[in-house]
Nanobody
Framework: QVQLVESGGGLVQAGGSLRLSCAASGRTFSRYAMGWFRQAPGKEREFVAGIDWSDSRTYYADSVKGRFTISRDNAKSTVYLQMNSLKPEDTAVYYC?????????????????WGQGTQVTVSS
């Protein structure tokens, strides 16, 4: 069993920053790909960013490229999402997820475990 716990969400003004954390437990964290997804009210869950386990290669949705940065600390079994220059359209519940594979995938059904989510609200 794998447990993922997100933290760091909150309310921020447009142009501000937040850093989300996702702490993992239950298996060898360093050997699997991690992803961040988000879901806004009335919308489907969408890929935001991901990081491979082997070489920590990173991937981003076009909508967040240049503003968000994903990173991982294998010693702490934690993945981070640094979000800068936030926009009102970034408002959503943010989820971290892990898949039993080396590489990131952008489809949510490819992921095996999910956190409970953390709310990010960006005011204009």
């Amino acid at each position: 069993q794998v447990q993922l716990v997100e933290s760091g969400g909150g309310l921020v003004q447009a142009g501000g920053s937040l850093r989300l954390s996702c702490a993992a437990s239950g298996r060898t964290f360093s050997r699997y790909a991690m992803g961040w997804f988000r879901q806004a009210p009335g919308k489907e869950r969408e890929f935001v960013a991901g990081i491979d386990w082997s070489d920590s290669r990173t991937y981003y949705a076009d909508s967040v490229k240049g503003r968000f940065t994903i990173s991982r600390d294998n010693a702490k079994s934690t993945v981070y999402l640094q979000m800068n220059s936030l926009k009102p359209e970034d408002t959503a519940v943010y989820y971290c997820a892990t898949r039993f594979a080396r590489h990131v995938e952008v489809n949510s059904y490819e992921y095996d475990y999910w956190g409970q989510g953390t709310q990010v609200t960006v005011s204009s």
